[in-house]
């Protein structure tokens, strides 16, 4: 399951709510002392108790990076910069529609999605946004707001154009190298970098860059992968981690959640989407599509037969 950091989701929710109210210069800076010293202890604390990345829950691991990323003096100015600009934009945005009332209170956490809406009973509506969302511009800021206020579909389009750019993937990069790089690719019984390895060399010529690979935290029967767009993710159900699932069977999943990623969403107006006619053209490519898709829809009904 995982070691949770006792208090840490508290405190940093404090910080987050504390750090939307757009705080003074003098605040700010007592504030960095206070992070400093925060996430010193915690890293004395995890090195006393020997407590590895890998020992942590994903959400205490992501928390102790956020905290790690705001102990540095010019990263917390550039969040409560971000805070400042996407809260003008935002409560603008707000103004122009009668589903909420400005003002919001935004808070940039460890979020996977583009966001998250919460109205409290007696105060703002909280709004939030991943980490590495600090890093856009004015326009990615008003497309956001027309995406979670509006539920925009063309805002969503240039959201996830925005959450692939250089300086997005850099901060979510430089987030979880912070938060602790675990190594979660290699399984019981089967390596999906092993896996990556044999895809590529044989079904990109070309290469592919890597993506993070990781296996789900528990058995799945409906879905056997996932490629997360904004992440640049493949997540494999740890159903197929077992000695009687064969290399193939693994490899056509990898190959899959790869063309997704090669392939990109194809948009028609304001709908997206990730399964065309080319991506199942290229998906009949693998030379043991037949017998993969037989073993994977055999291990479901098995699956499901367990429940």
Not at 149 to 161: A, E
């Amino acid at each position: 399951m995982g070691l949770t950091i006792s208090g840490l989701t508290g405190y940093t929710h404090k910080l987050a709510t504390r750090l939307a109210s757009g705080p003074a210069e003098a605040e700010l800076r007592a504030l960095h002392h206070s992070i400093a010293a925060a996430s010193r202890r915690l890293e004395i604390s995890l090195n006393l108790k020997r407590v590895s990345p890998a020992q942590l829950t994903a959400k205490s691991r992501a928390l102790r990076g956020w905290l790690a990323f705001l102990a540095d003096e010019g990263s917390l100015a550039g969040y409560a910069h971000a805070v400042r600009t996407a809260t003008r934009i935002i409560d603008a945005a707000m103004a122009q529609q009668s589903r909420f009332t400005p003002p919001a209170r935004l808070c940039f956490l460890p979020l996977r999605g583009l966001y998250r809406l919460r109205q409290t009973r007696a105060g703002p509506l909280e709004i939030y946004f991943p980490t590495p969302a600090i890093t856009f511009s004015d326009d990615d800021f008003l497309a956001l707001a027309r995406c979670c206020l509006h539920r925009d579909p063309r805002s969503k389009r240039h959201v996830l154009g925005a959450m692939r750019s250089e300086a997005y993937v850099a901060l979510a990069a430089e987030l979880e190298a912070l938060a602790g790089i675990i190594d979660e690719a290699r399984g019981a019984h089967h390596d999906l970098g092993d896996s990556f390895e044999r895809v590529v060399a044989r079904y990109f010529p070309n290469g592919i860059p890597k993506p993070k690979l990781y296996w789900s935290r528990s058995l799945t029967h409906r879905k056997f992968g996932h490629y997360d767009w904004v992440g640049d993710a493949i997540m494999i159900s740890r159903t197929l981690d077992a000695a009687a699932v064969p290399e193939y069977v693994l490899d056509f999943v990898i190959y899959h959640e790869l063309l997704h990623k090669s392939h990109g969403l194809r948009w028609s107006g304001s709908r997206s989407y990730a399964h065309t006619a080319a991506f199942y053209r290229d998906e009949r490519k693998f030379a043991q599509y037949t017998a993969a898709e037989a073993a994977l829809e055999k291990l479901a009904k098995a699956m499901r037969a367990r429940r």
